[in-house]
C-alpha cells in the first residue's frame, strides 16, 4: 500500500525546479504552488508582469494534489443560507462565481492543451437519511427558480440505475460538475505558467515578509530575499508563521483519502454506472469517484487528526470499513494507495479573497472549504486582475475575513476532536 497521493503517483514526472538562483526583484512574487499560486502566477505573467513563485515543497504537494479529484459547483454554505446573509441578488452572484470556476477550468484545459480527463461527469448528492432527501426536494426547486440551476432529483429506487448501493434514500444529480485527474492539471498548470513566462523555484519556503516605507515587500526565503511590487499569499491549508494574520483565520482540518487496486471496466460500472462524482450528506461524510483506470477512489474525515504516516493508515483502515459498508461486494478488495491532507476552511465557511487590510499590494485567497480544485483556479485569475487594478474581478469582495471567535487562537485547532465528535453523534440520530 502506497502512502502517496494517487494522483501525483500517475502524473507524468515533474521536472526539478529546485536549485535555481533566486531574482533580486520581480513584479509579482506569489507564495505558494499550488492551484492559486499557479493560476495566479499563470495569468498575471500573461498580463506581462514578471512573477517569480516560491514553494516549500513541490508544486501540488499540499492539498492541490491530495484532494478528491472533483470539480464540482455549489456554494460552501448552501443557496439558503447565502440568501440569509447575503440577500437574493448577492447570493445569485456568489453562486454564479462557483458555477463559473467549473467553466474557468474546462477553458484552462483546452488553452493549455492540459491533458487531465477533464470531463463533465455529474456530481451526486446522495442522502444518508430520509429528511436529507425531502430537503434535496426543496433544494432543487431553490436553484431552478432563484439561480438558474435544474438539476435532476432521484428517487431510493431511481438512484439504483446510477449507484450500485442500497445505503442511500435518494439523490440530486447535477449533471455539469466536472470530473479531472488533479496531478495531471497541476503539473499542466505549472508549466502553462512557465511558458507565460513565470519562474518557479521549489524547496525554497518563503520564512517572513517585510512591507518597505517607499511601497512593495521583501519577501524573505530560505535562499534568499526578493523585493516584490506585489506579493500573493496562496497557501491556504498550508500557511505557516510566515503569514501568522492569514494563519489564524483558517481552521486547518485533515481530509483522507483510499484507492483500490484497479477493479475493472465491468465492476467498476456496477458501483457507479454512469462515473458519477458522488458526495454523500453527513455531516461528517463520504466523497467517492472511479479514477481514470477504474479504481474506486473514497474519502471523508475519517479522524480529526493530522496527517502523518501512522494517522494515515488508521485513517485508511476506519474509511476501508465505511466503504464496504456502502458497497458490501468490495469487502475483500485491496486497497493500493492511502494518504492524508489539509483542507482550509474559514471561521463562516467561505472563502475570501482581496487586498490586505492596511497593506497595500499583499493579496490572497484562500479558505475553500473542500470547493478548491475550480475556486482556487478561479480566484488565481481574479487575483490577477486585482493586482492589475480591477478590484470589480474579485468575486468575494467585501466578505472580509470574520472575527477569530477563540481567544488567543494561533492556527492549531485543538477543539477539532471535541466538534467531530459531536457531529458524528448527530450523523448517528435519526
Not at 238 to 253: C, E, G, M, Q, S
Request: net charge neutral.
Amino acid at each position: 500500500m502506497k502512502q502517496i497521493p494517487y494522483w501525483l503517483d500517475t502524473a507524468p514526472a515533474l521536472p526539478d525546479r529546485s536549485g535555481k538562483a533566486l531574482p533580486d526583484e520581480a513584479d509579482v512574487v506569489v507564495i505558494g504552488g499550488g492551484l492559486t499560486g499557479l493560476s495566479t502566477a499563470y495569468h498575471a505573467a500573461r498580463k506581462g508582469a514578471r512573477v517569480v513563485l516560491v514553494e516549500k515543497d513541490k508544486v501540488g504537494s499540499g492539498a492541490s494534489g491530495r484532494n478528491g479529484s472533483m470539480c464540482t459547483q455549489g456554494i460552501t454554505i448552501g443557496t439558503g443560507e447565502a440568501r440569509k446573509r447575503f440577500g437574493q441578488e448577492r447570493a445569485r452572484e456568489l453562486y454564479g462565481a462557483f458555477r463559473e470556476a467549473v467553466d474557468v477550468v474546462e477553458e484552462l484545459t483546452h488553452t493549455e492543451k492540459i491533458d487531465c480527463d477533464f470531463h463533465r461527469a455529474g456530481r451526486l448528492g446522495v442522502a444518508y437519511k430520509p429528511q436529507h432527501f425531502e430537503s434535496m426536494k426543496a433544494t432543487q426547486r431553490d436553484l431552478a427558480d432563484n439561480f438558474g440551476h435544474e438539476t435532476q432529483l432521484l428517487s431510493r429506487s431511481e438512484l439504483k440505475s446510477e449507484l450500485g448501493s442500497d445505503y442511500y434514500h435518494g439523490a440530486l444529480l447535477d449533471p455539469l460538475s466536472a470530473a479531472l485527474h488533479v496531478g495531471k492539471y497541476v503539473h499542466g498548470l505549472a508549466e502553462a505558467a512557465e511558458r507565460a513566462g513565470a519562474e518557479i523555484h521549489e524547496r525554497n519556503a518563503a520564512t517572513g515578509l517585510t512591507r518597505l516605507p517607499g511601497g512593495g515587500f521583501d519577501v524573505e526565503t530560505l535562499h534568499g530575499t526578493i523585493r516584490a511590487k506585489q506579493v500573493m499569499a496562496a497557501t491556504d491549508a498550508y500557511t505557516d508563521k510566515a503569514l501568522p494574520w492569514f494563519r489564524k483565520r483558517l481552521i486547518n482540518v485533515g481530509s483522507f483519502i483510499i484507492v483500490t487496486e484497479p477493479l475493472g471496466e465491468a465492476r467498476a460500472r456496477e458501483l457507479i454506472p454512469n462515473g458519477r462524482l458522488v458526495v454523500d450528506s453527513k455531516n461528517i461524510g463520504h466523497y467517492l469517484r472511479l479514477t481514470p483506470d477504474n479504481r474506486l477512489a473514497f474519502g471523508g474525515r475519517a479522524r480529526f487528526a493530522p496527517s502523518n504516516p501512522a494517522s494515515d493508515v488508521k485513517s485508511g483502515d476506519i474509511l476501508k470499513r465505511e466503504m464496504t459498508e456502502i458497497f458490501p461486494q468490495l469487502a475483500g478488495v485491496r486497497v493500493d494507495y492511502v494518504w492524508g491532507g489539509m483542507v482550509g476552511f474559514s471561521w463562516d465557511r467561505l472563502p475570501h479573497a482581496g487586498e490586505a487590510e492596511g497593506a497595500k499590494g499583499l493579496y490572497y485567497s484562500m479558505g475553500y472549504c473542500g470547493h478548491g480544485v475550480q475556486m482556487a483556479t478561479y480566484m488565481g485569475r481574479a487575483v490577477a486582475e486585482m493586482m492589475d487594478g480591477k478590484p470589480e474581478a474579485n468575486p468575494l469582495r467585501g466578505l472580509g475575513f470574520p472575527k477569530v471567535p477563540v481567544p488567543f487562537y494561533n492556527g492549531t485547532p485543538w477543539f477539532l476532536p471535541f466538534g467531530g465528535a459531536y457531529y458524528k453523534a448527530k450523523d448517528k440520530l435519526h
